[in-house]
């Protein structure tokens, strides 16, 4: 398949994005590639598209996989295996917050609770230890109020998004002046 141009920057552009993310840059692409056009792709079909070598493509689809951003899928008359993304965008924020808070926010807060449990933990300076229970507590309400947002419907979510920072009249009343904890 030959790319449009605006199909090649939106490619090119998802791969740079990835690759700031800390993201594989031809996992980036395919991911972009299968959201883009919107239907399924077999592999080959991936790799001449792109012009990345197969076996980058089947560890990248591996990895795609791994993060449940991809599926497989199947094309009647054609044994190969075709590969599809969700194209709802809201699907796809729901899935990468999910797995990266899954990957590597929630080993962060099991670490911070095994060493405030230690014994040895009560032998670190108290102000040390202050700082580690105040990072837990951070911490726990962030992944608590992650799970909350990712339950919201996508409309709701999106009116809480768009309340942004306005949301403080509701906590705060209509104090609007400096933060306040």
Known sequence: ?????IARRFVIHWGEMGSAW???????????????????????EIGDTLGV???????????????????????????RDYFETSTDVWELFRT???????REFDPTVRMLRD????????????????????TLHLMDSLGSWADEMLRLSPSTLEKVLR???????????????????
């Open 1 to 5: 398949m030959e790319l449009t141009d």
């Open 22 to 44: 800390g993201v594989n840059r031809t996992v980036s692409q395919i991911h972009a590639l299968l959201f883009f056009h919107g239907r399924p792709m077999h592999a080959e």
């Open 53 to 79: 070598a197969r076996s980058n493509v089947s560890t990248s689809i591996k990895e795609l996989l791994n993060w449940n951003l991809i599926r497989v899928a199947h094309v009647l008359g054609d044994r």
């Open 96 to 102: 990468v917050i999910r797995e990266r808070k899954e």
């Open 115 to 134: 060493l405030v449990a230690n014994e040895k933990f009560e032998k670190e300076p108290s102000d040390t230890q202050d700082r580690v229970r105040e």
């Open 163 to 181: 309340m942004g920072a306005s949301v403080q009249k509701f906590v705060r009343g209509n104090d609007s002046g400096g933060s306040k904890s």
